[in-house]
């Protein structure tokens, strides 16, 4: 049998691993949910889309996170050739234009001759499906299909499989008073500019200088905010 892959979900890890497979003369079968399904968590029928966030975190190659990423370059990976063509001002991080990062994976593997893709929701690890390849990568994510999880959950013997995040607060722009906040790097010596000047820097975060008393407050202001509450697939 010719070697051939099937790789189910077409989010970051199936789009980046369909297309180097590919790349190295090896046909594909790309089974992906979408456009007839989507989870609780996409909003678009695009391939490669970002869910949680647009940041990659640090591009410092002092990180083990930015090391990580040159090292994707080195070896011409097509996630982060995208990344850094749709790269957005995020100061030592690496964030992309959500959209523009999206189309130009799903049109990479849509033109690719040796991809074939799929619309079609994976239930489970069915005997039909491992036999009619010679590898099967599950790349389906925090947010794969209740089938699919509990598909794979027995197969692997345990009885849930879990995936753990969080969110970040959200403040109205308005509450911010610019004569205390600036504009600097979020870490490092750019942050110790001077409080209240304003002044054009480098920099893409906004720095809110507190003292004990003040972290104090917003700590239990924040713990008292409006949350926003927990959907059915995310309760545990």
């Known amino acids: ?44 029928d695009k391939f490669a889309e970002l869910v949680c966030s647009n940041s990659l975190r640090s591009k410092e190659l002092t990180s083990a996170i930015g090391l990580l990423k040159q090292e994707l370059r080195e070896m011409q990976s097509p996630f982060m050739q995208a990344a850094d063509l749709h790269a957005v001002p995020a100061d030592k ?12 994976l799903t049109d990479q593997v849509l033109k690719h001759s040796l991809i074939e893709v799929v619309s079609a929701r994976i239930e489970a690890l069915d005997e ?33 499989c879990y995936f753990y995040d969080a969110i970040a607060p959200i403040v109205w722009t308005h509450s ?42 917003f700590y239990e202001a924040l713990c008292q905010a409006e949350t926003v509450p927990a959907r059915e697939f995310e309760q545990l």
């Open 1 to 44: 049998m010719d070697t051939k892959v099937a790789i189910i979900g077409a989010g970051l890890a199936g789009c980046e691993c369909a297309l180097v497979l590919a790349r190295a003369g090896i046909k594909v079968v790309l089974y992906e949910q979408k456009p007839h399904f989507h989870s609780e968590a996409h909003v678009s």
């Open 93 to 104: 991080a690496l964030a992309v234009d959500r959209e523009a990062f999206a189309s130009d």
């Open 128 to 160: 039909a499906l491992l036999k009619d390849f010679s590898a099967i990568v599950i790349a389906a994510g925090p947010v794969a299909s209740e089938g699919l999880t509990k598909s794979l959950a027995s197969y692997l013997g345990q009885e849930h």
């Open 176 to 217: 911010l008073n610019f004569d205390i906040v600036f504009r600097a790097s979020r870490y490092e010596e750019e942050a110790l500019k001077k409080v209240g000047d304003n002044s054009p820097c480098k920099g893409d975060y906004l720095n809110c200088p507190m003292n004990k008393e003040e972290y104090t407050r």
